[in-house]
């Protein structure tokens, strides 16, 4: 494991700066009758280096929200900003561009290429975007996340946790403006989903990435910087340096129960 300090991302943001921005964020589905406001006008501003667990019953609006900040969904009003760029904005090459070099994803069924070896999945979006890997960073992620004796073995042969790990490498791998993870443990025990929000963590406090997860577990929302709180479509609630136990309690107003779906 190595502590340095990865360089800056083409010196174009800093710590402190903001990596994306949602302003008066709505989303609609359907009409008529079957109309549902997903969004209802959100403004949130993703700060470079912070990770942001977004929590809330289901239904609630979180992976929508997720989806039109990372330009996998249109909006219906307001806007969604990612490095500055309006993402309504682009057509659909530029925001294909976009996404590939500024949004890392991580899922939580991994969606690894089951073909290609660990460090070609690391590798695929920058073979993609025909980018050369910068090979000190993509060493000092692969280090990090613990897959050097490991590179040459193809998904199926790895433990779920090991696939999540190449899976945060692949999203690190293009030093994104922000990383988007959709429950990245919620395939994964106890161990290697501790191991995976220590490692998002780390993305955050040491390389300076944004990261925002979306997760039920409060456990796991106690690794963020903070936890927004989402109902019916709305920002409700934001909680900084939550443990699982503030964030127990905090859920307790949503549901009563402490569980949030
Ligand atoms: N493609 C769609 N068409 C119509 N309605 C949709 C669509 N996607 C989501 N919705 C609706 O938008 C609302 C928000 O859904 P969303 O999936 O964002 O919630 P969520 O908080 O992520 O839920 P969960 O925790 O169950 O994953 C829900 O009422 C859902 O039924």
Redesign the pocket.
């Known amino acids: 494991m190595t502590t340095t300090q990865a360089p800056a991302n083409d010196g174009a943001t800093r710590a402190g700066a903001v990596a994306a921005r949602a302003s008066g964020l709505t989303k609609i589905?359907?009409e008529g009758e079957t109309r549902?406001v997903?969004l209802d006008g959100v403004s949130v501003e993703f700060r470079r280096s912070e990770y942001t667990a977004i929590m809330?019953?289901?239904?609630?609006?979180?992976?929508?929200?997720m989806h039109c900040m990372a330009g996998l969904d249109t909006i219906s009003g307001g806007s969604a900003t990612i490095a500055d760029v309006e993402l309504s904005k682009l057509k659909d090459k530029k925001l294909t561009q976009l996404r590939r070099d500024k949004i890392g994803f991580v899922f939580q069924a991994f969606n690894l290429v089951p073909t290609l070896t660990a460090l070609e999945n690391i590798t695929l979006t920058l073979d993609i975007a025909g980018r050369k890997p910068d090979k000190a960073w993509l060493d000092q992620i692969i280090d990090t996340v613990g897959l050097s004796g490991r590179l040459s073995h193809r998904p199926g042969q790895l433990s779920g946790g090991q696939q999540q790990r190449v899976a945060c490498a692949r999203a690190l791998a293009s030093r994104p403006e922000i990383i988007f993870a959709d429950e990245p443990t919620g395939n994964l025990d106890s161990r290697s989903g501790a191991e995976i929000l220590g490692f998002l963590r780390r993305c955050a406090r040491e390389f300076e990435q944004t990261v925002v997860m979306?997760t039920?577990d409060a456990t796991a929302a106690s690794y963020a910087d903070r936890v927004l709180f989402?109902a019916d479509?709305k920002i409700v609630d934001e909680l900084a340096d939550p443990t699982a136990d503030s964030v127990l309690e905090r859920m307790k107003r949503f549901d009563g129960k402490g569980r949030t779906?």
């Open positions: 589905y359907g549902v997903a809330g019953p289901s239904g609630s609006g979180k992976s929508t929200l979306v039920h989402l479509g779906s």
